[in-house]
Protein backbone atom coordinates (compact mmCIF):
# COMPACT_ATOMS: atom_id res chain seq x y z
CA UNK A 1 0.00 0.00 0.00
CA UNK A 2 1.21 3.32 -1.27
CA UNK A 3 1.28 5.98 1.92
CA UNK A 4 0.33 9.61 1.06
CA UNK A 5 2.67 10.79 -1.78
CA UNK A 6 1.89 14.21 -1.16
CA UNK A 7 3.49 14.53 2.22
CA UNK A 8 7.18 15.05 1.33
CA UNK A 9 10.43 16.19 3.34
CA UNK A 10 14.23 15.86 2.75
CA UNK A 11 17.47 15.48 4.64
CA UNK A 12 19.35 18.13 5.31
CA UNK A 13 23.52 18.58 6.30
CA UNK A 14 24.30 21.19 7.28
CA UNK A 15 28.11 20.44 7.57
CA UNK A 16 30.92 23.29 6.82
CA UNK A 17 33.77 22.82 4.63
CA UNK A 18 36.10 24.99 7.62
CA UNK A 19 35.34 22.08 10.52
CA UNK A 20 35.80 19.62 7.74
CA UNK A 21 39.14 20.88 7.12
CA UNK A 22 40.13 20.84 10.60
CA UNK A 23 39.08 17.30 11.09
CA UNK A 24 41.15 16.76 7.80
CA UNK A 25 44.47 18.75 8.96
CA UNK A 26 44.71 16.54 12.04
CA UNK A 27 43.66 13.73 10.32
CA UNK A 28 46.57 13.66 7.84
CA UNK A 29 49.08 15.16 10.19
CA UNK A 30 48.62 12.31 12.48
CA UNK A 31 48.39 9.56 9.99
CA UNK A 32 52.24 10.89 8.42
CA UNK A 33 52.99 10.79 12.25
CA UNK A 34 52.29 7.12 12.98
CA UNK A 35 53.28 5.84 9.81
CA UNK A 36 49.63 5.16 8.77
CA UNK A 37 48.42 3.69 11.98
CA UNK A 38 46.12 6.88 13.40
CA UNK A 39 44.07 6.02 9.43
CA UNK A 40 41.20 4.08 11.37
CA UNK A 41 40.64 7.03 13.99
CA UNK A 42 41.03 9.20 10.97
CA UNK A 43 37.91 8.06 9.61
CA UNK A 44 35.67 7.43 12.52
CA UNK A 45 36.22 10.98 13.16
CA UNK A 46 35.40 11.81 9.88
CA UNK A 47 32.35 10.00 9.49
CA UNK A 48 31.27 10.87 13.44
CA UNK A 49 31.13 15.00 11.60
CA UNK A 50 29.32 14.16 8.55
CA UNK A 51 26.82 11.33 10.60
CA UNK A 52 25.88 14.40 12.99
CA UNK A 53 26.00 16.82 10.60
CA UNK A 54 22.90 15.00 8.70
CA UNK A 55 19.22 16.03 10.11
CA UNK A 56 16.17 14.13 9.23
CA UNK A 57 13.18 15.70 10.69
CA UNK A 58 14.36 17.53 13.46
CA UNK A 59 16.62 15.45 14.50
CA UNK A 60 20.32 14.33 13.53
CA UNK A 61 21.94 10.82 12.62
CA UNK A 62 24.74 9.37 14.80
CA UNK A 63 27.87 7.24 13.43
CA UNK A 64 28.76 5.20 16.95
CA UNK A 65 32.07 3.26 15.40
CA UNK A 66 35.42 4.06 17.38
CA UNK A 67 38.90 4.26 15.92
CA UNK A 68 39.71 1.42 18.21
CA UNK A 69 36.87 -0.94 16.32
CA UNK A 70 37.96 0.06 13.24
CA UNK A 71 41.92 -0.69 14.04
CA UNK A 72 40.93 -3.63 14.91
CA UNK A 73 39.59 -4.31 11.68
CA UNK A 74 42.10 -2.81 9.85
CA UNK A 75 44.64 -4.95 11.75
CA UNK A 76 42.60 -8.12 10.33
CA UNK A 77 42.63 -6.90 7.18
CA UNK A 78 46.46 -5.84 7.04
CA UNK A 79 46.99 -9.76 7.99
CA UNK A 80 44.68 -10.60 5.23
CA UNK A 81 46.91 -9.22 2.63
CA UNK A 82 49.90 -9.86 4.12
CA UNK A 83 49.17 -13.41 3.99
CA UNK A 84 47.72 -13.22 0.30
CA UNK A 85 51.39 -11.03 -0.87
CA UNK A 86 53.10 -13.84 1.44
CA UNK A 87 51.66 -16.91 -0.64
CA UNK A 88 52.46 -14.89 -3.88
CA UNK A 89 55.66 -14.47 -3.50
CA UNK A 90 56.60 -17.73 -1.72
CA UNK A 91 55.33 -19.39 -4.99
CA UNK A 92 57.25 -16.76 -7.06
CA UNK A 93 60.31 -17.32 -5.26
CA UNK A 94 60.13 -21.39 -6.14
CA UNK A 95 61.39 -20.32 -9.64
CA UNK A 96 58.76 -23.38 -10.44
CA UNK A 97 56.62 -22.45 -13.49
CA UNK A 98 53.80 -24.66 -12.42
CA UNK A 99 54.07 -23.67 -8.76
CA UNK A 100 54.20 -19.47 -9.70
CA UNK A 101 51.34 -19.97 -11.84
CA UNK A 102 48.95 -21.54 -9.30
CA UNK A 103 50.25 -18.91 -6.72
CA UNK A 104 49.46 -15.88 -9.02
CA UNK A 105 45.56 -17.77 -10.25
CA UNK A 106 45.53 -18.33 -6.66
CA UNK A 107 46.42 -14.25 -5.38
CA UNK A 108 43.77 -13.29 -7.94
CA UNK A 109 40.90 -15.39 -7.44
CA UNK A 110 41.41 -14.85 -3.53
CA UNK A 111 41.62 -10.89 -3.97
CA UNK A 112 38.39 -10.85 -5.79
CA UNK A 113 36.52 -13.10 -3.67
CA UNK A 114 37.19 -10.63 -1.30
CA UNK A 115 35.38 -8.33 -2.82
CA UNK A 116 31.84 -9.89 -1.52
CA UNK A 117 33.51 -10.14 2.07
CA UNK A 118 34.49 -6.40 2.19
CA UNK A 119 31.05 -5.57 0.83
CA UNK A 120 29.13 -7.55 3.33
CA UNK A 121 31.23 -7.08 6.28
CA UNK A 122 31.40 -3.00 5.78
CA UNK A 123 27.35 -2.43 4.74
CA UNK A 124 26.82 -4.86 8.20
CA UNK A 125 29.95 -2.66 10.50
CA UNK A 126 28.18 0.61 8.86
CA UNK A 127 24.36 0.16 9.44
CA UNK A 128 24.98 -1.56 12.90
CA UNK A 129 26.86 1.81 13.85
CA UNK A 130 24.80 4.05 12.46
CA UNK A 131 21.31 5.39 14.24
CA UNK A 132 18.54 7.85 14.19
CA UNK A 133 16.42 8.81 17.21
CA UNK A 134 18.15 6.45 19.00
CA UNK A 135 17.16 3.34 16.63
CA UNK A 136 19.66 1.67 15.06
CA UNK A 137 19.98 0.16 11.02
CA UNK A 138 20.69 -3.05 10.41
CA UNK A 139 22.21 -5.15 7.59
CA UNK A 140 20.38 -8.98 7.60
CA UNK A 141 22.73 -10.72 4.58
CA UNK A 142 24.09 -13.70 4.81
CA UNK A 143 28.01 -13.85 3.13
CA UNK A 144 27.39 -17.05 1.91
CA UNK A 145 24.15 -15.98 -0.22
CA UNK A 146 25.89 -12.55 -0.83
CA UNK A 147 28.91 -14.36 -2.07
CA UNK A 148 27.19 -16.63 -4.61
CA UNK A 149 25.19 -13.87 -5.83
CA UNK A 150 28.88 -11.90 -6.80
CA UNK A 151 30.35 -14.98 -7.70
CA UNK A 152 27.34 -16.31 -10.34
CA UNK A 153 27.39 -12.68 -11.67
CA UNK A 154 31.07 -12.31 -12.09
CA UNK A 155 31.22 -15.49 -13.78
CA UNK A 156 28.15 -14.13 -16.00
CA UNK A 157 29.36 -10.91 -16.32
CA UNK A 158 32.52 -12.00 -18.31
CA UNK A 159 30.98 -14.81 -20.00
CA UNK A 160 29.13 -12.07 -21.74
CA UNK A 161 32.16 -9.51 -22.30
CA UNK A 162 30.89 -7.40 -19.55
CA UNK A 163 26.90 -7.32 -21.04
CA UNK A 164 25.69 -8.61 -18.12
CA UNK A 165 27.14 -6.00 -15.35
CA UNK A 166 24.26 -4.04 -15.43
CA UNK A 167 21.68 -6.74 -14.46
CA UNK A 168 24.59 -8.11 -11.91
CA UNK A 169 23.99 -4.72 -10.47
CA UNK A 170 20.76 -4.53 -10.08
CA UNK A 171 20.82 -7.93 -8.65
CA UNK A 172 23.27 -6.76 -6.19
CA UNK A 173 21.28 -3.46 -5.03
CA UNK A 174 18.26 -5.26 -4.59
CA UNK A 175 19.91 -7.79 -2.81
CA UNK A 176 21.24 -5.23 -0.45
CA UNK A 177 18.25 -2.91 -0.05
CA UNK A 178 16.24 -6.25 0.77
CA UNK A 179 18.61 -6.64 4.05
CA UNK A 180 18.73 -3.46 5.39
CA UNK A 181 16.55 -2.75 7.83
CA UNK A 182 15.76 0.71 10.03
CA UNK A 183 14.43 -0.79 13.36
CA UNK A 184 11.20 -2.08 11.57
CA UNK A 185 11.41 -0.26 8.53
CA UNK A 186 12.96 -2.49 5.56
CA UNK A 187 14.44 -1.13 2.14
CA UNK A 188 13.75 -2.39 -1.02
CA UNK A 189 15.05 -1.64 -4.95
CA UNK A 190 12.63 -1.48 -7.94
CA UNK A 191 15.28 -1.28 -10.41
CA UNK A 192 15.18 -3.69 -13.72
CA UNK A 193 18.67 -5.08 -15.20
CA UNK A 194 16.99 -4.22 -18.89
CA UNK A 195 15.87 -0.50 -17.80
CA UNK A 196 19.50 0.04 -16.52
CA UNK A 197 21.06 -1.40 -19.72
CA UNK A 198 18.99 0.85 -21.72
CA UNK A 199 19.42 3.75 -19.67
CA UNK A 200 23.50 3.44 -19.93
CA UNK A 201 23.52 2.61 -23.50
CA UNK A 202 21.51 5.75 -24.44
CA UNK A 203 24.53 7.42 -21.91
CA UNK A 204 27.39 6.56 -23.72
CA UNK A 205 25.95 6.57 -26.73
CA UNK A 206 25.38 10.09 -26.42
CA UNK A 207 27.80 11.25 -24.56
CA UNK A 208 30.23 10.02 -27.28
CA UNK A 209 28.82 11.67 -30.00
CA UNK A 210 28.48 15.07 -28.00
CA UNK A 211 32.09 14.39 -27.32
CA UNK A 212 30.96 14.17 -23.33
CA UNK A 213 28.88 17.06 -23.46
CA UNK A 214 26.19 14.85 -22.74
CA UNK A 215 27.81 12.87 -19.71
CA UNK A 216 25.95 15.59 -17.20
CA UNK A 217 22.56 14.16 -18.27
CA UNK A 218 23.76 10.91 -18.33
CA UNK A 219 25.88 11.44 -14.40
CA UNK A 220 22.29 12.98 -13.51
CA UNK A 221 20.08 10.27 -15.37
CA UNK A 222 21.98 7.52 -13.47
CA UNK A 223 21.65 9.33 -10.05
CA UNK A 224 18.05 9.73 -10.61
CA UNK A 225 17.51 6.05 -11.39
CA UNK A 226 19.09 4.98 -8.46
CA UNK A 227 17.43 7.11 -5.68
CA UNK A 228 13.76 6.88 -7.60
CA UNK A 229 14.06 2.97 -7.52
CA UNK A 230 14.48 2.61 -3.85
CA UNK A 231 11.63 2.29 -1.10
CA UNK A 232 10.85 2.00 2.17
CA UNK A 233 8.47 0.00 3.52
CA UNK A 234 6.80 0.36 7.35
CA UNK A 235 3.42 -1.70 8.41
CA UNK A 236 2.26 -2.17 4.87
CA UNK A 237 3.04 1.39 3.72
CA UNK A 238 5.25 2.15 1.05
CA UNK A 239 7.81 5.06 0.88
CA UNK A 240 9.26 6.42 -2.33
CA UNK A 241 12.20 8.33 -2.96
CA UNK A 242 12.96 11.04 -5.82
CA UNK A 243 15.77 12.83 -7.60
CA UNK A 244 15.22 16.16 -8.39
CA UNK A 245 18.94 16.80 -9.88
CA UNK A 246 19.73 18.26 -12.88
CA UNK A 247 22.27 18.09 -15.61
CA UNK A 248 23.13 21.99 -14.80
CA UNK A 249 23.40 21.11 -11.31
CA UNK A 250 25.77 18.16 -12.27
CA UNK A 251 27.90 20.51 -14.02
CA UNK A 252 28.11 23.31 -11.49
CA UNK A 253 28.69 20.67 -9.13
CA UNK A 254 31.87 18.92 -10.90
CA UNK A 255 33.21 21.74 -12.93
CA UNK A 256 33.50 23.79 -9.27
CA UNK A 257 34.75 21.19 -6.86
CA UNK A 258 37.32 20.42 -9.75
CA UNK A 259 38.38 24.02 -10.05
CA UNK A 260 38.42 24.05 -5.67
CA UNK A 261 40.90 21.12 -5.62
CA UNK A 262 42.96 22.59 -8.58
CA UNK A 263 43.53 26.49 -7.47
CA UNK A 264 44.10 24.89 -3.48
CA UNK A 265 46.05 22.38 -4.63
CA UNK A 266 44.23 19.44 -3.07
CA UNK A 267 43.62 21.74 0.27
CA UNK A 268 40.14 22.93 -1.00
CA UNK A 269 38.59 19.02 -0.73
CA UNK A 270 36.94 19.35 2.70
CA UNK A 271 34.59 22.01 1.06
CA UNK A 272 34.51 19.88 -2.46
CA UNK A 273 33.25 17.31 -0.36
CA UNK A 274 30.42 19.12 1.68
CA UNK A 275 29.17 20.70 -1.58
CA UNK A 276 28.92 17.20 -2.82
CA UNK A 277 26.88 15.74 0.45
CA UNK A 278 24.69 19.08 0.27
CA UNK A 279 24.00 18.99 -3.29
CA UNK A 280 23.19 14.81 -2.78
CA UNK A 281 20.59 15.11 0.11
CA UNK A 282 19.54 18.58 -1.17
CA UNK A 283 18.47 16.72 -4.31
CA UNK A 284 16.75 13.52 -2.67
CA UNK A 285 13.07 13.97 -1.76
CA UNK A 286 11.57 11.39 0.62
CA UNK A 287 7.54 11.08 -0.52
CA UNK A 288 5.08 9.38 1.79
CA UNK A 289 4.25 9.51 5.57
CA UNK A 290 6.30 7.95 8.19
CA UNK A 291 4.99 7.33 11.33
CA UNK A 292 8.47 8.44 13.30
CA UNK A 293 6.85 6.91 16.49
CA UNK A 294 6.24 3.66 15.80
CA UNK A 295 9.90 2.99 15.36
CA UNK A 296 10.52 0.03 17.43
CA UNK A 297 14.33 -0.84 17.75
CA UNK A 298 14.99 -4.50 16.07
CA UNK A 299 18.94 -4.58 15.41
CA UNK A 300 21.79 -6.05 17.22
CA UNK A 301 25.26 -4.61 17.80
CA UNK A 302 28.00 -5.59 15.67
CA UNK A 303 31.45 -4.17 16.11
CA UNK A 304 33.60 -6.24 13.45
CA UNK A 305 35.13 -3.37 11.36
CA UNK A 306 37.09 -5.86 8.93
CA UNK A 307 34.88 -5.66 6.24
CA UNK A 308 34.98 -2.14 6.40
CA UNK A 309 39.05 -2.00 6.00
CA UNK A 310 39.34 -4.62 3.79
CA UNK A 311 36.73 -2.15 1.40
CA UNK A 312 39.45 0.69 1.99
CA UNK A 313 42.29 -1.24 0.98
CA UNK A 314 40.69 -2.85 -2.53
CA UNK A 315 39.00 0.94 -3.09
CA UNK A 316 34.99 -0.69 -2.50
CA UNK A 317 32.90 2.10 -2.92
CA UNK A 318 29.24 0.70 -1.92
CA UNK A 319 26.39 0.46 -4.05
Known amino acids: M ?12 YGEGNKLFG ?26 YVYQETEFEGSRFSFHGTGKEMFKGFIKAIGIFIGLYAILIGAILTKINAIAAIG ?47 VVGG ?39 TEYFMLNLKGYFLSFLTLGI ?11 YFID ?3 MNQEGYVIKFRSTASAGGYFGLIVGNLLIVIFTLGLGTPWATVRT ?12 TIDVNAIQQTEM ?19
Request: no cysteine; hydrophobic share 50%.
Open 104 to 150: VIFFYIALLLLIPVAIHGSLKYRMSRTSWRGIHFGYRGILKDFMEEF
Open 277 to 288: LNFVFSNIIIEG
Open 301 to 319: DYKDATGEDISDMIDIGLI
Open 2 to 13: ESDQNYSRKITF
Open 23 to 48: IYIVNVLLTIFTLGLYYPWAKAAVLR
Open 214 to 224: YSFWFVSDLFA
Open 155 to 193: LLTIATLGIYSFWFTIKLRKYIFSNIRFGNISFSYKGDG
Open 229 to 231: NMR
